[in-house]
């Protein structure tokens, strides 16, 4: 997970959509609630501004895989939907009440577009987070689950306050039943 505000905070983004005329809208999200479903577009690059999101997709026997937990001041999108307009295969699903700020595309564009700075505040917040997705694709293939789920609680404590066991299983890559004897040998 890679939080936002050392680049982009909340603040941030009120002032550049005050002094730019952006249009930016917040959205009220119940715990529960799909912001995106597998199928359709990813219009928007969504801010957390308040609560806790889980970004998920099916695999091929149907089976919920977590592939990411964005908590406050975390930025999620569906990449390939929001950059590239290719199908888009994520869920984001608020495992509390969220509030989130909503940035599309062309507004995206018009704010990397107005300075060097807002330029580079993006490029490293999305640099971070391939650097982010390339350890954990590494880390499936050269830690033990263990070895992982102990990073986790290690690097994020707060996830095992704010979603299920099921949902932690699913992003170490294990099945939950793994993940029990873990937890019971440690």
């Known amino acids: 997970m890679v939080r936002t505000d050392k680049y982009i905070t909340a603040k941030d983004l009120a002032e550049w959509?005050?002094?730019?005329?952006?249009?930016?809208?917040?959205?009220?999200?119940?715990?529960?609630?799909?912001?995106l479903?597998?199928?359709?577009?990813?219009?928007?690059?969504?801010?957390?501004?308040?609560?806790?999101?889980?970004?998920?997709?099916?695999?091929?026997?149907?089976?919920?895989?977590?592939?990411?937990?964005?908590?406050?001041?975390?930025?999620?999108?569906?990449?390939?939907?929001?950059?590239?307009?290719?199908?888009?295969?994520l869920y984001f699903e608020a495992l509390e009440d969220t509030e989130l700020i909503l940035i599309t595309l062309e507004q995206f564009n018009s704010l990397i577009g107005r300075s060097k700075q807002l330029e580079e505040a993006f490029r490293s917040l999305y640099l971070d987070i391939a650097m982010f997705w390339s350890r954990s694709i590494m880390n499936l293939h050269t830690q033990t689950a263990e070895e992982r789920y102990?990073?986790?609680?290690?690097?994020?404590?707060?996830?095992?306050?704010?979603?299920?066991?099921?949902?932690?299983?699913?992003?170490?890559?294990?099945t939950p039943q793994s993940l029990s004897r873990i937890r019971k040998n440690i």
């Open 150 to 174: 102990l990073n986790l609680i290690a690097e994020h404590p707060y996830l095992f306050q704010k979603t299920k066991l099921t949902h932690i299983a699913s992003y170490l890559g294990i």
């Open 37 to 89: 479903k597998e199928g359709q577009p990813c219009d928007y690059s969504f801010f957390v501004l308040k609560g806790f999101m889980r970004i998920y997709y099916l695999d091929l026997n149907g089976k919920e895989i977590t592939h990411w937990f964005a908590p406050e001041n975390s930025m999620i999108t569906s990449p390939l939907s929001f950059f590239k307009s290719e199908e888009n295969i």
């Open 17 to 35: 959509d005050d002094e730019y005329n952006l249009g930016l809208t917040k959205r009220s999200v119940k715990k529960g609630e799909l912001v």
